[in-house]
């Protein structure tokens, strides 16, 4: 059974950096991509970044463009989600997750979710 585990959450001050980690344990990744969402309490989940199989392509919400970068390690099995200039509204837990298709941003188009990794931004 391939599983997806992410790693490196924590609490942090606002303008901190956290970089999570997605372990993929069994095979290689999704032949389209990888994508990073996350869950805010009393919130629905979003999407927060994604990368294609390639590694050529990467795309972002709005709200974390220019601070948050997504990277994938095809020896380790692995998917970074480098986090800069952190905010107290990035507060969540968030989700590594397979795409069943490419260039979405949809939660519907993803699947093999990990158990997530909180993130806290408060001073």
């Known amino acids: 059974q391939v599983q997806l585990v992410e790693s490196g959450g924590g609490l942090v001050q606002p303008g901190g950096s956290l970089r999570l980690s997605c372990v993929a344990s069994g095979r290689v990744f999704s032949s389209y991509g990888m994508g990073w969402f996350r869950q805010a309490p009393g919130k629905e989940r979003e999407f927060v970044a994604a990368i294609s199989w390639s590694n050529t392509d990467s795309y972002y919400s709005d709200s974390v463009k220019g601070r948050f970068t997504i990277s994938k390690d095809d020896k380790k099995n692995t998917v970074y989600l480098q986090m800069n200039s952190l905010r107290p509204e990035d507060t969540a837990v968030y989700y590594c997750?397979?795409?069943?298709?490419?260039?979405?941003?949809?939660?519907?188009?993803?699947?093999?979710w990990g158990r997530g990794t909180q993130v806290t931004v408060s001073s």
């Open positions: 997750a397979e795409q069943r298709r490419p260039w979405t941003t949809m939660s519907a188009d993803y699947y093999n």
